[in-house]
């Protein structure tokens, strides 16, 4: 078993994954979300969506035996195995803006769009490309009846994962999460692996 790779509180990074490897994802302190995006190795204009996975999948939680598509509708990520059972793809990465104008900050952190935009510029792709991400550990329950929803403290404890297979070569972007509302006020590392 390969060791894991750490991505240091507030900050992201991006690599390639390539059809059949898996992805092992843990919250190695609890309540820590990971923000990932997805594209096409060989075409990057093929990228995650969760507008069509929500379509195909019709549930918004999405888990264990669940597939997340691309914009072109090819599956990209199979959910093989899931400690949590609770992931977030309705809401875009926290940015600059989201700091500003939901928490006020004079000096806003770049957030995830921002370390995600760092990361990916690598593979050239530009920051204007970012799609909602799967937001891996985020708790955000939504009132069947009113549809209002709230941000909640994760479901993760230390220690638990999420295991993706590839199903198609892809780059993958992914964060430790850089938002108190969403990891319950303490932002701290995740670990990823590739089997
Ligand atoms: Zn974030």
Redesign the pocket.
């Known amino acids: 078993m390969t060791q894991m790779t750490r991505i240091e509180r507030r900050t992201g990074t991006a690599f390639e994954l390539k059809r059949g490897q898996r992805l092992i994802v843990c919250d190695p302190m609890g309540e820590q979300?990971s923000?990932l995006v997805a594209f096409g190795l060989h075409d990057r204009d093929e990228v995650i969506s969760n507008g069509r996975t929500f379509d195909y999948q019709d549930t918004i939680y999405l888990t264990t035996g669940h597939r997340l598509y691309s914009n072109r509708s090819n599956i990209m990520l199979h959910i093989e195995q899931d400690d949590v059972g609770r992931h977030d793809f309705l809401l875009t990465?926290?940015s600059k803006d989201t700091f500003r104008i939901l928490y006020n900050d004079d000096d806003p952190h770049r957030?995830?769009f921002g370390n995600l935009a760092a990361a990916l510029d690598d593979y050239d792709i530009g920051a204007d490309r970012i799609p909602c991400a799967f937001n891996i550990f985020m708790n955000v329950p939504v009132d069947g009846d009113t549809g209002r929803f709230s941000v909640q403290p994760p479901l993760s404890k230390a220690g638990d994962t999420i295991t993706f297979r590839a199903e198609m070569d892809l780059i993958i972007g992914m964060?430790a999460?850089?938002?108190p509302t969403?990891n319950n006020g303490t932002m701290t590392p995740i670990d990823y692996r590739i089997d």
């Open positions: 979300v923000d990465p926290c957030g995830c964060t999460c850089s938002a969403s």
